[in-house]
């Protein structure tokens, strides 16, 4: 598989309440929330890190068999990419060009 | 030369001063917004009101379609019955629209909407009444039984809206504020507060009882039902922040209740 890199925007607001990740697109105001796997994929989307990388310690994490933890994680760059939350590239993402997220 | 005529309008305790030239329509706002006329001395922000002759063409428009930016500092709003321009900074703005009392309604609407997104409140599609010195909002989608709560409430109870409630954040958590904005009931709330006891959610059901909401559904149902209206990634981002700090810091719960007054034994 060509690797991607993914990176959390700089347009959404993002908050852990009540256990689950909450975020919300600041462009279009769609509110998305997040279960631990989603979570721990969220976390690591510093644009540097290959999805494969991330998805290998997602694996080791929650012990999930690692073409189920592949499929689950390409489906949530997938959701998640068009409404801007997440910046998806066949490179490294320069961490600045996506600008300061804001977690509260 | 024409002659001005003002009124300031006080929702949530932030004056208001509009200044129109039509001495009639001043005479309407002031019917209108009865109970909600404070002081023209010092009004936080001012606005004046030129008046055109309605034109089909714009007035038949939907009314959803508004729009609220922020251009070279300034607000700008726009739907098909108004345009306004709002420098806040300045406390200054205009508002062009025809003499017809829902088109100012909704410009001070939006402008609450701004000021309280700043200050970690909003403007919520709820009901919200007073008891016992306690504010309770109950919020829902058309059609959830606003209406039908605040029509049921028996003689203690203080009805702040029956549609659009006024959430503030003060040092002491939230108020809940009167409004003039009704809904179906048709009567203006009492200009008073009170500290926010309980958000309800409502659902219509066999029985009357009260039931849990988690935090992040309570955040989702809190957020669907905001009203907000500004294209401005930062504003939105303060008021998912205040959302996620409303649902953390005040109880809410789900409400669930047949059509009678015996709902209210459990608001107390």
Redesign the interface.
Known sequence: MSDKYIVRSSAIAARMLGGEMMIMSAVDSTFFTLNEVATAIWQSADGRTPLSEIVGGVIEQFEVEPDVALRDAERFVEELSPHGILLVSDHPIDDSSAGSRETV | MPQDHEIAVEIGGLPILLRTQDGSFRDMLVSRYAGFVGSASRPRFEFDVDLTVPSPSTESELPDDVRVEMRDGVWRLARGDFHAHWDARAGRGRIRQSANPYSIDSVLRIVHTLVLAKEGGFLLHAASTVRNGRAFVFSGISGAGKTTISRLAPGDVTLLTDEISYIRHDPHGYRACGTPFAGELARVGENCSAQLSTLFFLAKGPENKIGPV???EA??LL?RNIL?FAED??L??ML??SA?EF??SVMVRRLTFVPDQRVWDLIQ
Request: glycine share 0%.
């Open positions: 988690d935090a992040p955040a989702r957020l907000f990634a930062e939105v981002k998912f922040r996620c649902v953390e």
